[in-house]
């Protein structure tokens, strides 16, 4: 099991930065990805950008340049710098992690931390 604590959400003004951390724990060797999607109100949830335990990263084209994911290995901890913020960005942000054993893929989330942005 893998358990999720985000943090670092908030109310920010447009053109402005946030720092959302996610604390992982449990069986954190075995997360072959982590990453953040995002869930605005009336929206499916999106992916917004993930790094691998091989250290790759893929962002969504809509936050390229803007947003930079990494993580402390030595916290467990995965973090998303968020520049330049757009009210179209203001949505509650997932924390999610994946296992894969035997062949199976194992998804678990995190509780959500609320981002708004304001024009």
């Known amino acids: 099991q893998v358990q999720l604590v985000e943090s670092g959400g908030g109310l920010v003004q447009a053109g402005g930065s946030l720092r959302l951390s996610c604390a992982a724990s449990g069986s954190t060797n075995s997360i072959n990805v982590i990453g953040w999607y995002r869930q605005a109100p009336g929206k499916q949830r999106e992916l917004v950008a993930y790094i691998s335990s091989r250290d790759s990263t893929n962002y969504a084209d809509s936050v390229k340049g803007r947003f930079t994911i990494s993580r402390d290995n030595a916290k467990n901890t995965v973090y998303l710098q968020m520049n330049s913020l757009k009210p179209e960005d203001t949505a509650v942000y997932y924390c999610?992690?994946?296992?894969?054993?035997?062949?199976?893929?194992?998804?678990?989330w995190g509780q959500g931390t609320q981002v708004t942005v304001s024009s």
């Open positions: 999610n992690a994946q296992r894969v054993i035997t062949g199976m893929v194992y998804h678990y």
